[in-house]
């Protein structure tokens, strides 16, 4: 089935983009477009209130924002591995690697150091700056986290940013990352608390942010977004960006993604969500978390060149770029250089960008 796209083809793309470069009258909002607002609070309520503004003015703020903090033509690229697939005792319902759920993914015991570091070679070789190492469990146990640990040190070598997706983390395992020079440490909200029992009932929303707490004390950077799509009302869309915006500090990169339907899981029949309501997701995190990165990550392959445009034009300024994400799939790095090339934009690992 071929997923709906706003836009039907070049012109009417390139006519839309002409018409936000005209804007230039001065929009006037109840918080003022100001680096005070890094870490202000914001209520649901206010948030919705984002999400409802006429879409030419949301992502007109959203742009002033983006530029006030970013070069809005550069992107940062990480890829993704898992290192460990199949058999998480989690229920998550859109998640394909969970027991609960019969979806084929074969289980398979944790990758060896050699072919995670030549992972992470190709991955550097084709301009990832960044290199996220996720295992399917719902928490690591000692021996685990041995193995992860020298697959840090061993990636860091290779002079590439380190990110992990580990599930749960006790204050030892966060130190051993800690030790190891992780940078990055992603543990998704997924949802908002309102909602989050309808997706998960194996863990409590306070455990997730009690594991982003004990990262976020031992100094490790934190990678923390949410799933969009999976049935939530705009309140509780709001609400997600809510609790991540309302993090102390916020995250440093936040990953928004777009709900991958998979067959055996609960949430496959879920209904499609509007590719224009996932680019005022973007544009709202732009906004609240206006010093982030926020990143596109699963979804990307259901989307058009146009939509991903329009998300690049709302504030995002990372995405994963592979053609795999854990185990299900992510555009071609052929047709990602080209759209980046389309649009003028560059990686942070491009030679110019590095002077």
């Given at each position: 089935m071929t997923r709906y796209s706003p836009f039907a083809d070049d012109d009417a793309f390139t006519n839309l983009l002409s018409f936000f470069a005209m804007q230039t009258q001065t929009v006037h909002f109840a918080r003022p477009v100001s680096s005070e607002l890094d870490y202000a609070r914001w209520n649901v309520a206010e948030v919705e209130k984002l999400f409802k503004l006429p879409f030419a003015d949301l992502l007109y703020r959203a742009q002033q924002v983006h530029r006030e903090h970013f070069d809005p033509n550069a992107v940062q690229l990480s890829t993704l591995l898992s290192i460990k697939s199949g058999g998480c005792s989690e229920d998550c319902g859109y998640c394909p690697q969970s027991a609960?759920?019969?979806?084929?993914?074969?289980?398979?015991?944790?990758?060896?150091?050699?072919?995670?570091?030549?992972?992470?070679?190709?991955?550097?070789?084709?301009?990832?700056?960044?290199?996220?190492?996720?295992?399917?469990?719902?928490?690591?146990?000692?021996?685990?986290?041995?193995?992860?640990?020298?697959?840090?040190?061993?990636?860091?070598?290779?002079?590439?940013?380190?990110?992990?997706?580990?599930?749960?983390?006790?204050?030892?395992?966060?130190?051993?990352?800690?030790?190891?020079?992780?940078?990055?440490?992603?543990?998704?909200?997924?949802?908002?608390?309102?909602?989050?029992?309808?997706?998960?009932?194996t863990r409590d929303y306070q455990d997730r942010l009690d594991t982003l707490g004990r990262v976020r004390d031992a100094g490790i950077n934190v990678c923390s977004g949410g799933i969009v799509g999976m049935g939530e009302s705009l309140t509780q869309r709001a609400g997600l960006i809510a609790q991540l915006a309302n993090l102390n500090p916020y995250p440093e990169s936040v990953p928004i993604n777009n709900l991958v339907k998979v067959e055996g899981t609960p949430l496959e029949s879920t209904e499609e969500l509007d590719p224009l309501d996932f680019v005022r997701t973007i544009a709202v995190a732009r906004i609240t978390m206006p010093k982030a990165r926020v990143r596109l990550s699963a979804g990307r392959q259901q989307m058009s060149d146009a939509v991903q445009a329009l998300c690049f034009l709302a504030g995002a300024n990372s995405m994963f770029y592979g053609e795999q994400l854990l185990t299900t799939g992510n555009p071609e790095m052929e047709r990602d250089r080209a759209l980046l090339d389309k649009l003028g934009m560059h990686s942070l690992t491009d030679k110019h960008e590095q002077n």
């Open positions: 609960f759920h019969s979806t084929g993914v074969e289980n398979k015991k944790m990758l060896d150091l050699k072919t995670v570091v030549q992972a992470a070679r190709v991955a550097q070789q084709n301009g990832a700056g960044r290199f996220c190492m996720g295992a399917a469990w719902r928490e690591p146990n000692d021996q685990d986290m041995q193995s992860v640990v020298e697959m840090v040190k061993a990636v860091r070598e290779l002079g590439m940013e380190t990110c992990a997706t580990l599930g749960m983390l006790n204050e030892a395992h966060v130190e051993q990352l800690r030790e190891a020079g992780l940078d990055y440490y992603n543990h998704n909200l997924d949802t908002a608390p309102e909602f989050y029992g309808e997706i998960i009932t």
